[in-house]
């Protein structure tokens, strides 16, 4: 049958399929815009409308090869002490002193490779001009996402500080309702890294189960394994049956240094000897206490595969200051207990990290990065007084503005009384990454003159940015941008965290 012969709706139908736009088309009476017969008002530029919010990595100084060349890890030495062993200074008439004996520690990090890639299809590049350059802007969203895995790893990489096995929980019975009467129940915990309360999310991971481990399959045909952030499963708890009054649990485990988070397993099966098969995943807290008011939701049990395997550190990460300061500074975890005010405009919390920097370093820190629950917690414990006065607050009235009252307020730094030649103003920033209910204290500025020290910590660089465009294979480009870098801390005694926050 010639298209001739073909009646008009046939052949509009058959037009339709050809150019792939099969739809009804649109009759109205006279031309209104349900005819279709309008312009597409597209305008440009295409929008980059996600945050890239990166204090630390804006901050801290990038310092590339200063020797010949770089090798694959950056090494540095320090002395600790000109008095290792506290000799007494006094000497007697006509005689000398015992040798002094120094204390020299070596220091070695290595070079890590980050790098994000991406690709843009011929026609997807040919289709979008004349409104925006596809490759650039996936080029440029690419730089941006390097930034904020940079980001994510100056506060909580982790290559070097394993959690091993999570320590047993303890069990107790609480007043309250929520469980129903002689109902048995112990529990089991994972301990999670900064990197893994991000990886893991803690509303999925409670859905779905935590990611012991991952396989990545990268642009080149090879695979990645990942590793997930969190320590060994711990031990089942002993069993307690509710009754009574008591139809709630209070689960409790020893904090861990390095963790931020943690994976609770509740076993309500077993009566006794119970068993990791049975303990179904129920909650992820912010302090290593959970307190149990039902049976969990979960599907997935404490003998999961890989649960029993520490996987808590990633060899293709650098150390962040939080493992640092679990490492080599001060690691304090509040068991979800709330600041503390002094009713003075002062934290009891935050004066004890200072006055313990001061005391053993004689130093004190520049900036406390906070997440959002701790920027509101700080503030109320800083206006908290006794009996319900504020203790740090004042109205100031503008004569200008008569009539007119702001409420609300803002913390942006805190009084240090631990300082040479008086008080210190430190800076308190909100950070986006930073994981609930905790706090990083970060010294920037050199505290001792004479020690020939540039930087308090940089970003030593192997090879600073750089992007490659690869071979084409087919119809399209791909091309990545990477950098080899590492966090060298040169004070890092001097970094302190606090966790387990109670959030506001």
């Known amino acids: 049958m010639s298209l001739e012969r073909l009646d008009q709706g046939t052949y509009a139908s058959l037009a339709a399929a050809a150019t792939g736009r099969l739809r009804k088309d649109a009759t109205t009476q006279g031309i209104t815009t349900a005819l279709g017969m309008v312009f597409y008002d597209l305008r440009p530029p295409a929008y980059l409308l996600y945050p890239v919010n990166t204090p630390l990595r804006n901050s801290i100084p990038r310092v590339g090869k200063v020797n010949a060349g770089v090798g694959t890890a950056a090494h540095w030495k320090a002395y600790l002490s000109p008095n290792a062993t506290n000799n007494f200074a006094g000497v007697a008439e006509g005689q000398r002193n015992a040798f002094l004996s120094f204390q020299e520690k070596d220091y070695t990090a290595a070079y890590k490779e980050i790098g994000q890639e991406t690709f843009t299809t011929f026609t997807g590049q040919f289709a979008g001009e004349g409104f925006t350059d596809p490759m650039a802007d996936s080029q440029t969203m690419v730089l941006h996402a390097i930034m904020l895995s940079e980001e994510d790893m100056l506060i909580g990489g982790n290559t070097s500080l394993q959690l091993g096995t999570a320590p047993t929980p303890t069990v107790a019975l609480t007043t309250g309702t929520g469980l129903a009467s002689s109902t048995n129940v112990s529990v089991a915990v994972v301990a999670i890294t900064p990197w893994g309360w991000r990886f893991q999310g803690a509303s999925a991971a409670v859905a779905n189960g935590l990611t012991p481990t991952m396989t990545r399959n990268n642009a080149d045909?090879?695979?990645?394994?990942?590793?997930?952030?969190?320590?060994?499963?711990?031990?089942?708890?002993?069993?307690?049956?509710?009754?009574?009054?008591?139809?709630?649990?209070?689960?409790?485990?020893?904090?861990?240094?390095?963790?931020?988070?943690?994976?609770?397993?509740?076993?309500?099966?077993?009566?006794?000897?119970?068993?990791?098969?049975?303990a179904k995943i129920a909650a992820i807290t912010y302090a290593p206490v959970y307190v149990i008011k039902a049976a969990a939701t979960g599907t997935q049990n404490g003998a999961a595969t890989g649960l029993s395997t520490d996987n808590s550190t990633n060899p293709l990460a650098f150390d962040g200051f939080f493992t640092y300061a679990a490492a080599s500074g001060t690691y304090t975890d509040l068991g979800g207990a709330a600041l503390t005010s002094n009713s003075d405009g002062t934290i009891t919390e935050i004066e004890t990290i200072l006055e313990n920097i001061w005391n053993n370093y004689q130093a004190t820190v520049d900036t406390i990065y906070v997440p959002a629950d701790q920027l509101l917690a700080i503030s109320r414990a800083i206006l908290a007084g006794t009996g319900g006065n504020p203790s740090a607050f004042r109205i100031q009235l503008d004569q200008a503005q008569q009539g007119k009252l702001v409420g609300g307020t803002m913390v942006v730094s805190y009084l240090s009384k631990y300082a040479m030649g008086g008080s210190k103003t430190i800076d308190i920033k909100l950070h986006p990454a930073m994981p609930p209910g905790t706090m990083l204290f970060d010294i920037s500025t050199n505290p001792y003159p004479q020690s020939r020290l540039g930087n308090v910590r940089e970003i030593m660089t192997q090879r600073d940015y750089y992007s490659l465009l690869y071979p084409i294979r087919t119809r399209r480009w791909e091309y990545g941008t990477y950098v080899h870098e590492v966090l060298a801390h040169r004070l890092p005694s001097l970094t302190a965290v606090i966790t387990g926050a109670a959030l506001a």
Request: one cysteine or more; aromatic letters at 6%; charged letters at 5%.
């Open 221 to 278: 045909g090879t695979t990645t394994t990942v590793y997930g952030g969190i320590s060994a499963i711990s031990a089942m708890s002993s069993v307690v049956t509710t009754t009574g009054s008591t139809l709630q649990v209070t689960a409790k485990c020893a904090a861990v240094k390095g963790a931020v988070a943690y994976a609770w397993y509740v076993n309500t099966t077993d009566a006794s000897a119970p068993t990791l098969a049975n």
